[in-house]
């Protein structure tokens, strides 16, 4: 019914950024929050950042200032710009998004499969 599919992934050294995204295909009626998770390993998984459905955006506290979180409805996709990186933002990350799909009252939550950031030297 509903996909997410992430790609930006990858190697970067500390210091550098890359940039996430997150599209969202499918029987779609509406999409509320979107948001972004990571799990580093040995690690539970924890927010990163959420953007509603009005673009209004909240931060984990460790990434204030170094990520940002956007979204473009026309193309039901969000990304995660994640400037100043460091070693310990290793880990896979995840895209999630409320959706309500056509001819449905209900809305429920959707996760992609994760993509891999690696921040090594």
């Known amino acids: 019914q509903v996909q997410l599919v992430e790609s930006g992934g990858g190697l970067v050294q500390p210091g550098g950024s890359l940039r996430l995204s997150c599209a969202v295909s499918?029987?779609?009626?509406?999409?509320?929050?979107m948001g972004w998770y990571r799990q580093a390993p040995g690690k539970q998984r924890e927010l990163v950042a959420v953007?509603?459905?009005?673009?209004?955006?909240d931060y984990a506290d460790s990434m204030k200032g170094r990520f940002t979180i956007s979204r473009d409805n026309a193309k039901s996709t969000v990304y995660l710009q994640m400037n100043s990186l460091k070693p310990e933002d290793t880990a896979v990350y995840y895209c999630?998004?409320?959706?309500?799909?056509?001819?449905?009252?209900?809305?429920?939550?959707?996760w992609g499969q994760g993509t891999q950031v690696t921040v090594s030297s």
């Open positions: 499918g029987s779609i009626g509406s999409i509320n929050d």
């Open positions: 953007i509603t459905s009005g673009g209004s955006t």
């Open positions: 999630n998004a409320y959706v309500r799909v056509v001819l449905s009252s209900v809305t429920r939550v959707y």
